[in-house]
């Protein structure tokens, strides 16, 4: 059984010009046949007359426009009703005025501009059709004129009615491209944020450090290499993020090289990692990235102080708490623009986990995420 939200899918569907085509030559064809002759749409009360030249002139000019009538509605309704009213004040009554109905649903559907004049222009026009009929002497009750003028009307507001469909469904898919185009967006400006704001806060307090060991050149060299090996990571992850813009896809960072890079620019981490990560799955890397951040704001908040990180892999699930003891420089909770923590918090949500972040029990700050896994083949 169709239903009324199946009709306007059903009608782009079948929409085109062979399926019109198709219409006008069955609609031709039935006219001509003699069984089906003074059997079409009867309006006005004409007495039926037997076909001559001008009654297939009525007919092909009712069905010969069908063929373009999804280009130009207009001008193939125009080309139908000169034809029906011949028909009908001529009395043929031929089976192709069913044709009417169906260019005014086509006008009602296509028109883009002037709907409402066409159809202001068709009401007017009527009028005098039906003093015509009078003239000629039909012998239709004024009732069934205005039975039939109702019956034009819903079909034009049918076909109106399944533009606006057309037009809703185009403006949601708009939406929903454009609410896509934003979400990447902000993905994007995640992932540049996590990658380097974490290098380059490396990248700083190691040139801070700098400063302090001029007088030794070989810690100074060490910290230059640090510096420098951290500036080529920070451009390797950059290139990979603008030729993928997929977080972790054909990379297998690991934890442990994240948490000696931290090592290596002054802070002394803790690392505790328990069961076996997963080979293939969603919460990998953004475990990864929770890390990540949170070192991050270690260097620039607690710089110094010591830092545990422990990560739990779970058959079902990752949890990841990174802590600070907040005796290091600039010890407090993390600040800044909030965007990191606030990218974290929606990339765990987006996958049904529970994201905190705030102070420590005895100073400093506490980040804890519980990550469900998500496979994927």
């Known amino acids: 059984m169709i239903t009324l939200r199946r009709v306007p899918e059903l009608w782009r569907r079948f929409d085109g010009v062979v399926w019109y085509s198709t219409i006008g030559l069955l609609l031709f064809t039935g006219s001509l046949i003699p069984a089906l002759h003074s059997h079409g749409t009867q309006v006005g009360g004409m007495p039926h007359r037997s076909y001559d030249v001008l009654a297939v002139l009525a007919i092909v000019l009712q069905c010969a426009p069908l063929a373009v009538c999804r280009r130009w509605p207009a001008v193939c309704l125009a080309l139908v009703s000169v034809g029906f009213v011949i028909d009908q004040l001529r009395g043929y009554h031929t089976f192709a005025g069913t044709a009417l109905a169906i260019s005014l ?4 559907s296509r028109l883009e501009w002037r709907r409402r004049a066409t159809a202001i222009t068709l009401s007017v026009a009527y009028v005098p059709l039906v003093a015509s009929f009078h003239l000629l002497g039909g012998g239709e009750p004024p009732g069934e004129f205005v039975l039939f003028y109702l019956a034009c009307a819903l079909v034009w507001g049918i076909g109106t009615w399944l533009r606006s ?3 809703a469904e185009a403006e949601r898919r708009r939406l929903v491209a454009e609410e896509t185009r934003t979400a990447e967006r ?3 400006a995640r992932e540049l944020h996590d990658v380097v704001t974490h290098h380059v806060t490396a990248m700083v307090v190691q040139a801070e450090a700098a400063r302090y ?3 030794s050149p070989e810690r100074l060299d060490d910290t230059l290499s640090v510096i420098t090996d951290t500036g080529r990571r920070a451009i390797s992850d950059l290139r990979t993020l603008l030729d993928l813009l997929d977080p972790g896809h054909g990379t297998e960072t690991k934890l442990s090289t994240l948490v000696e890079r931290t090592r290596q620019a002054g802070q002394p981490v803790e690392f505790t990692e ?6 293939a ?8 990235r929770v890390v990540q951040e949170a070192l991050t704001n270690a260097l620039k908040y607690d710089h110094g102080s010591p830092t545990s990180v422990e990560v739990r892999h779970g058959e079902r699930e990752i949890t990841v708490e990174v802590s600070t003891d907040g005796s ?3 010890a407090g909770v993390p600040g800044g623009s909030g965007r990191g923590l606030a990218g974290l918090r929606e990339r765990v949500d987006l996958l049904g986990g529970d994201f ?3 102070s420590g029990a005895s100073g400093g700050f506490r980040v804890r995420a519980r990550i469900p896994e998500r496979t994927t083949s």
């Open 356 to 358: 905190s972040a705030g």
């Open 213 to 215: 060991v001029t007088a």
């Open 281 to 288: 799955g969603s919460a990998g890397p953004v475990a990864y």
């Open 105 to 108: 649903l086509n006008a009602g």
């Open 274 to 279: 328990e069961g076996t990560p997963h080979g």
């Open 328 to 330: 290091g420089a600039r």
């Open 186 to 188: 902000d993905r994007i």
């Open 165 to 167: 469909t057309r037009a």
